[in-house]
Structure formats: structure tokens, C-alpha cells
């Protein structure tokens, strides 16, 4: 066990002010600043190097049941971070321990040492454990792997696959012998970077229709797996073009998380009845028993540069909220992360 001195007594932080409706805005955050309570035993001080912004948490600016409880008002928020241990009163953490957690937007945190793990930073930089080499890259590989029951030969078709999980889907399924692999982004220079990743092709969705896009994309092949990340008009199309015995996984939906209305699409659900397709929803939380797994395929991986990441990366707290709307808007390519 070790301690530091001189350890700081209060901690910035962002609050959530009020709950968005619709896109998110500046007024719905606020940065305050709380004293840090007395060290105790079991306890780490944790100063945060990187912390995650994802789109989940939108979600949970929400104040409506789900699957994660809301975030509270004029509370803290929550979620991914990296940090150094500055001091420590538990075994197994020592000062200089490079630990992932759960209490980002904020400086520093103390936590129980049990709810942190402590990052390989010899294998990768301490960010790569937030995005490749963390909760985004099991994301993509058992998603893909576990829920989606991805195999050799398969033709892939990922939306959002400019981000972070779906830049790390595609170059999985490469890795792991797909016969084709499509990606959606928003941009030109998205596009082109998918395809410096390796992805056989890939289509920017404000181009046209989605569906003649994909369809061009795939060919007379079709497609086998769908990892969805968009929902709407992406998730429509690919139940267009899926071939029977089809397979979506169905991480995330962003297309609608600032909607205010329900959306209609899919409107060609019935497809799935005919095709015998299989749409499953699912959590990363409930993938962790492949964790270690996950994590020897993607060390291997990185190690040979068959799979890249990308990060945008945002300098200061105070920038989280903005860094987080950018987001929601598509801004980012790879993980887009906050540096403190």
C-alpha cells in the first residue's frame, strides 16, 4: 500500500443540468465542482487520463426506465474512464497503476478498488483501452462473433461503420474470413476511410436511397449479417437485401435517439417471416463472459495491424458536453474521446 501527498481535495465534474429533449444543448449540462471524500481502505484515488462520451447515454439522460438507470439531475454523470492510481489504500492498485472505471466526466474519482481494472498500457496506449481493446472492441467482436453467429464466407453489411464499434466490425469480419464486407458512414472522407481499413465497399448514406446503395454494394450475393448500430432506413434496407437465414445484430439505434416522434421504419419487417432471418438485440453487459477471449483475438490483431482504430479526440472536461453532442451528430471517426 502507498499514499501520496498533496492529493487534491475537490474534483471538477459535469453535471447534467436538465434532461434534452430532442438533440441535446449546452444548457443541459454544467460544470461544477465537489470535494473528494477521505481516502478509505480498499479505496483508490483515481486521476482521469481519458473519458468515453458513447451514444447509450443519451439514453439515460432520459428519465424513463430501461435497461441502465437514468442519470440524475444536478448529479455527476457517468461512464468509461482511464486514469492513473495517485493514491492508494487497497491491495493490488498501486500509485502509477494505469485503471479503467466507470466514473468519467469528472477529474478524479474515488473508487473501490473492485471496480476497476488495471490496463496492459505496455500492450497499447492507456485510450485503446477505452475503444479497441475495451468495452467497444467486445462490443464488435461478440456482437458480431457471439450474437450475430458470424462465419467464414459470410457477406457483412455494418451502418455506422465509420465509429468505433463499427470500424473494429468490419475489420473483424475480415480477419476472420468474411466473403465481403460493406460499410454506411456519413461522409465522403468516411467512405474513403473505410476502405483504407480494408472493407470491400462502402457508401455514404446521404447519397440516395439506402436501399439501391446496398444493393449495389452487396450484388447478386446479397448479404448474410447485419450489425446494426443506425436502426430506421439502414436496418430496412438490410432486411431488403439479407438472404434467408439472415442474421442482425441490433447494438444501437442512433439515427433515432434525439427523435421526439416514434420512427416507422422498418416498415418491411414481414421480410424477416419469409427469410427466416433472425434479429437479435443485445448488451454488452451481458458479453462479458467472452472478455478474455475478446481480448487475446484483438491484442493479436493489433499487434500484426490487421485491425486499426481510429480516435477523435477532444482536449478538456470542459469540452465533454460539446465533444458528446458532435457525437450524437456523426462528428467523430473511430472513439471519440475527451482527454483531461
Known amino acids: 500500500m502507498s499514499v501520496t501527498t498533496a492529493l487534491p481535495s475537490s474534483s471538477r465534474e459535469i453535471r447534467l443540468a436538465s434532461r434534452p429533449v430532442g438533440r441535446p444543448g449546452p ?8 470535494p473528494l471524500p477521505e481516502l478509505q481502505d480498499g479505496q483508490i484515488l483515481v486521476r482521469n487520463l481519458y473519458i468515453s462520451v458513447d451514444p447509450y447515454m443519451r439514453g439515460r439522460m432520459n428519465d424513463v426506465k430501461s435497461y441502465s438507470a437514468p442519470f440524475a439531475l444536478d448529479a455527476a454523470l457517468d461512464g468509461g474512464a482511464i486514469g492513473e492510481v495517485i493514491a492508494s489504500r487497497a491491495e493490488g492498485r498501486k500509485v502509477g497503476d494505469a485503471v479503467v472505471h466507470q466514473l468519467g466526466w469528472r477529474e478524479f474519482a474515488v473508487l473501490e478498488a473492485d ?12 485510450s485503446a483501452f477505452l475503444g479497441a481493446l475495451g468495452m467497444t472492441g467486445l462490443t464488435a467482436y461478440a456482437g458480431l462473433l457471439k450474437v450475430a453467429e458470424f462465419k467464414p464466407g459470410d457477406a457483412v453489411f455494418v ?5 468505433a464499434v463499427g470500424s473494429l466490425v468490419g475489420q473483424i469480419a475480415k480477419a476472420m474470413g468474411a466473403s465481403r464486407v460493406i460499410g454506411s458512414a456519413g461522409t465522403a ?8 481499413l480494408g472493407f470491400d465497399a462502402a457508401f455514404n448514406y446521404n447519397d440516395g436511397p439506402v436501399r439501391e446503395q446496398l444493393v449495389q454494394a452487396a450484388g447478386p450475393a446479397g ?14 434496407a438490410a432486411l431488403a437485401v439479407l438472404n434467408v437465414g439472415g442474421r442482425v445484430a441490433m447494438c444501437g439505434a442512433i439515427a433515432q435517439y434525439n427523435s421526439t416522434e416514434p420512427t416507422p421504419a422498418p416498415r418491411n419487417l414481414a421480410l424477416a417471416i419469409g427469410k427466416q432471418l433472425t434479429l437479435r438485440g443485445f448488451l454488452v453487459s451481458g458479453q ?7 481480448f487475446g483475438k484483438m491484442s493479436a490483431w493489433l499487434a500484426e495491424g490487421s485491425v486499426r482504430y481510429d480516435e477523435t479526440v477532444v482536449d478538456g472536461l470542459e469540452n ?3 465533444a458528446f453532442m458532435d457525437l450524437l451528430d456523426g462528428a467523430n471517426t473511430g472513439k471519440m474521446l475527451v482527454r483531461l
Request: hydrophobic residues 40%.
Open 159 to 163: 451502418s455506422g461503420a465509420a465509429g
Open 320 to 322: 465533454a458536453p460539446q
Open 288 to 294: 462479458r463472459q467472452h472478455s478474455a477471449e475478446f
Open 189 to 196: 472522407e468516411k467512405v474513403a476511410r473505410l476502405l483504407e
Open 27 to 34: 444548457e443541459n449540462f454544467r460544470l461544477a465542482e465537489s
Open 223 to 236: 448479404i448474410d449479417v447485419y450489425f446494426d448500430n443506425v436502426g430506421g432506413d439502414q436496418l430496412e
Open 115 to 126: 471496480a476497476t481494472s488495471v490496463a496492459r498500457t505496455d500492450l497499447a496506449p492507456a
